[in-house]
């Protein structure tokens, strides 16, 4: 089934929309933006926990870099040195905000848990669980929109693994 967004959201949410197969999602704007999980929870009437932040970074060993999206709840924080060790990397770093646009197609801050420009690896923490349906960015920091766990899970494909510190 194909989104039919309306015709007031921004281009990247639009595309976004594109890329969710058997569900409709609702997209809604917040043109004070959503940029903060708290900015988020706050405009959508959520707990802060059912927040997804997709997170870009870029892992690496042998010399070899490779951008990763970590999909976190927005009540904790990415631990580097846990993300690192799910994939297999002797290092991990926050992307730049070129690498982010590059690797995903949206710019931070908005970055979609799916639906990127190139296949990136999706690293999921387990304590997104805590909350169904959850909540996540819609191309751009004034979008967001509703999804379930299991359609998040399905989407994303993430590998679940503890990448958060409390």
Request: without cysteine; proline residues 7%.
């Given at each position: 089934m194909t989104s039919s967004a309306p015709p007031d959201l921004p281009d990247a949410s639009r595309r976004l929309s594109r890329s969710f197969p058997g569900i409709e999602p609702l997209i809604r704007v917040f043109p004070e933006g959503t940029k903060t999980a708290e900015d988020a929870a706050r405009a959508v009437g959520c707990?802060?926990?059912?927040?997804?932040k997709s997170l870009v970074f870029v892992i690496s060993s042998d010399g070899s870099s490779t951008p990763v999206v970590a999909l976190v709840?927005?009540?904790?924080?990415?631990?580097?040195?846990?993300?690192?060790?799910?994939?297999?990397?002797?290092?991990?770093?926050r992307a730049t905000l070129d690498e982010v646009r590059m690797a995903t197609g949206y710019a931070a801050g908005g970055t979609p848990p799916f639906g990127h420009v190139t296949p990136v690896p999706v690293y999921a923490d387990p304590r997104l669980r805590r909350n169904d349906p959850l909540w996540a960015a819609a191309g751009t920091p004034t979008t967001v929109f509703p999804i379930s766990l299991a359609d998040l899970d399905r989407l994303s494909a993430p590998i679940w693994a503890d990448i958060t510190v409390l």
């Open positions: 707990p802060v926990s059912a927040i997804v709840p927005g009540d904790l924080r990415l631990d580097t040195a846990k993300l690192g060790r799910a994939a297999d990397a002797a290092e991990a770093r």
